[in-house]
């Protein structure tokens, strides 16, 4: 099964491209499932059919469904949630407040995730298409796993045997019930289902992520951040999408300035990522819903010469691991471009290394060769980050 997941910042078309993909792929005979996990669901808006948290039959070929975090945030993490309530309504006696704050930023949409998973273990389809919420949510979904690793690796050993050793006198002292061993059976198998996601989503000859934009200035540096994150965690960006384009005729006048600014903007998208397979679509007259219209638009985005849009593109890693036989040392390089050196960080922790891209921070599992040796340096130059390990 290929999982093709589309993301872009808000408002660029991005479930729009991802409808038109889908209904490319089911033309050509691939049993295509398209699925929405953004929270403000437009997906059924596009299709003009109403969608629920069941697949719902577009044609042929074609299902469409759109993600109730809700659902499946019980459904995967129900008995941490009732245990938590229980201690809740013990100490206040409100149900109905508990079962308010029960409600976790973030865990409703990471189980919305593990939707993809339960597709892909089916194995009922050929195609799944990933229609993601706006870019800043998705990568912190996708980061989701690898901080969880730490959870289940170091925090949850540690508060097992303390409630082991402990529970039964601390539920005595406080009223507090000594946490289930279901409690904890929940959390490890919801965190073997989030690796075993993540290896999915990690092998770029099953996934494709697929960034969306515009051609304005704005929204191509937001691309060019997105594409540098993606690689940080080593996801493969093997297409982008240009939507939108202004037709000449649509910017002469009182738009004549659009024209100059767009030309520049195409002009950066072909040296940034010059790396993806790039697609174009231009503005059309219409709003693009409705399978008629969606399939005229995939239509001009996959020509003769790229008519498949399941292919995979590209497959270069993001990361190189190598032996100078010089000094002994290991060099770690790792591809992150439009960044400089003041925008890194980068720290060893035991076996674990934390980068730092800007705000936002992964901290992997290094090999072998390169875990048990300290670091030595690291350098940034022409789009690359180098370190050296003694």
């Known amino acids: 099964m290929r999982i093709l997941m589309y993301t872009g910042k808000g408002g660029v078309g991005k479930t729009g491209i991802a409808a038109a993909t889908a209904a490319r792929t089911a033309a050509l005979g691939y049993r295509t499932i398209i699925m929405s996990t953004d929270q403000a669901h437009s997906l059924g808006d ?11 039959r577009i044609t042929d070929n074609l299902d469409a469904l759109e993600v109730d975090p809700a659902v499946e945030s019980d459904r995967a993490w129900g008995s941490l949630k009732e245990y938590l309530r229980q201690i809740m ?22 189980s919305s995730l593990l939707r993809i998973l339960d597709l892909y273990e089916a194995a009922t389809y050929d195609l799944l298409v990933v229609d993601c919420s706006p870019t800043g949510e998705t990568l912190s979904l996708l980061r989701y796993p690898e901080q969880l690793r730490v959870l289940t690796d170091k925090v949850l050993p540690m508060v097992r045997s303390v409630t082991s050793a402990l529970g039964g006198l601390i539920s005595r002292a406080t009223t507090v019930p000594k946490p289930r061993d279901a409690v904890f059976a929940e959390l490890d198998a919801v965190v073997r289902r989030l690796h075993s996601l993540q290896k999915i989503l990690s092998d770029r000859k099953t996934t494709s992520l697929r960034i969306v934009m515009t051609p304005e200035s704005i929204v191509v540096r937001e691309a060019e951040r997105c594409l540098a994150w993606l690689n940080a965690f080593d996801f493969g960006v093997d297409a982008v999408y240009v939507n939108r384009i202004y037709p000449d005729s649509a910017v002469e006048g009182y738009f004549e300035g659009w024209a100059s600014l767009q030309k520049e903007s195409l002009r950066r998208i072909e040296e940034s990522f010059a790396g993806q397979e790039r697609f174009y679509l231009p503005l059309l007259d219409r709003e693009l819903r409705g399978l008629p219209l969606l399939t005229q638009a995939a239509s001009i985005l996959y020509d003769e010469k790229r008519p498949d849009p399941a292919a995979i593109f590209h497959t270069d890693q993001s990361y190189t691991t190598v032996r100078n036989m010089e000094d002994g040392t290991w060099v770690m390089t790792v591809r992150l471009p439009y960044m400089t050196a003041a925008d890194l960080s980068v720290v060893k922790e035991g ?20 875990g048990r040796r300290n670091l030595k340096a690291w350098s940034y130059e022409n789009d690359l980050l180098h370190i050296t390990f003694e």
């Open 46 to 56: 596009v299709f003009e059919k109403a969608l629920g948290a069941d697949p719902v």
């Open 89 to 110: 309504e013990e100490k206040s006696g409100a149900s109905l407040a508990a079962e308010e704050a029960l409600v976790f930023p973030g865990l409703e949409e990471l």
């Open 351 to 370: 076996d674990d290394l934390i980068l730092g891209v800007r705000n936002e921070r992964r901290r992997f599992r290094l090999t072998e060769q390169c």
